[in-house]
């Protein structure tokens, strides 16, 4: 089968292991630097120009967009997709985990348990908007940010209202979250592929730090879940309809909340952490896939 990771970084270990674990059960596989491809939008004929050449024909992509390349790198997949290309997850899926609203507005309308969140535009009712998630402390967080940047933890009233101001009169999109303050600095990612959870690590944020995200200094060791937090991030992955993704749940008081459903989780923690061989789960699950469905294209 002729893969490619497409990936804006060949030297990232988790473009890395991709190629490897494809490479060591048999595939041809190639990355691709999405930005490097240019498309013709022909009737009929979507092509992708790669270097200056016809991209040769692929049977499987994984992509691994990076959010700062988030509208480029999905229509580069939508153009694969429209090229009969298989993909875990679609274009569509992608781009709708990058925005953190849209991404929980699609869990809570599957039941999906998650913290009290609230979004608004006006300045005009702040402390309605602070109210609505029961009072400060709380969480303020940029619809787009990624690896714990605009995260910001609001301890009191006054500094909630301060720093929603400021991001509005940036034209800033945000949205105001209960503080999960039990959780410690701690959650867990799970990671699922296709419908299963194959690794699962707990992350502690660093001394003084509530941001648990190892880009911010945070550790991750193998987290033992339970079954309920298993088929809650099962179920997250399955409303976003990503075939591979990464599920942030915090623990509270009152049971296990999701945060947040990344659809390029990275690989280098987890699989250091657990020991797992996560990208031999990808590469695995993506050839059997692609192979069902293109079974069931012949048969119709
Ligand atoms: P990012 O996309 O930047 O990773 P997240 O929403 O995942 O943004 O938040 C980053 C980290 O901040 C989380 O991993 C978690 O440790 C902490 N965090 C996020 N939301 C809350 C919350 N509501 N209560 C407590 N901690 C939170
Ligand atoms: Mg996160």
Do not use: W
């Amino acid at each position: 089968m002729r893969l490619a990771v497409l990936s804006q970084k060949p030297e990232l270990y988790s473009t890395k292991r991709l190629v490897q674990a494809a490479q060591q059960r048999g595939h041809d596989a190639v990355i691709v630097d999405y930005l490097r491809c240019h498309m013709n939008i022909a009737s009929r004929r979507p092509t992708i120009v790669y270097d200056g050449e016809p991209l040769a024909p692929l049977d499987v992509i994984i992509p691994r967009v990076s959010a700062s390349s988030t509208f480029y790198g999905t229509a580069v997949v939508r153009q694969l997709e429209m090229m009969g290309v298989y993909t875990p997850s679609s274009s569509q899926a992608i781009a709708r985990s990058r925005d953190k609203l849209r991404c929980l507005q699609i869990l809570s309308r599957k039941g999906v348990a998650m913290p009290v969140t609230a979004f608004g535009h006006s300045t005009q009712d702040v402390r309605g908007l602070i109210a609505g998630v029961g009072g400060a402390p709380l969480i303020v967080k940029l619809l787009e940010g990624t690896q714990g940047i605009g995260v910001v933890l609001c301890e009191t009233q006054k500094a909630a209202e301060s720093v929603i101001e400021a991001f509005r009169n940036l034209d800033a999109n945000i949205l105001v979250q209960e503080f999960i303050q039990e959780a410690a600095g701690e959650d867990v990612r799970c990671f699922v592929v296709g419908g299963k959870v194959v690794a699962a690590m707990k992350r502690t944020a660093a001394p003084g730090e509530f941001r648990s995200n190892l880009h911010r200094g945070g550790h991750g060791e193998v987290a033992k879940l339970t079954p309920e937090e298993r088929s809650m991030a099962v179920q997250a992955a399955k409303a976003m309809r990503l075939g591979i993704a990464g599920v942030d749940i915090i623990r509270s008081n009152h049971g296990p909340l999701v945060i947040e459903v990344n659809s390029s989780p990275g690989l280098e923690g987890i699989e250091q952490a657990t020991g797992v061989d996560v990208a031999g789960r990808v590469v695995e699950f993506v050839a059997k896939d692609a192979q069902s469905r293109r079974q069931l294209g012949h048969d119709q």
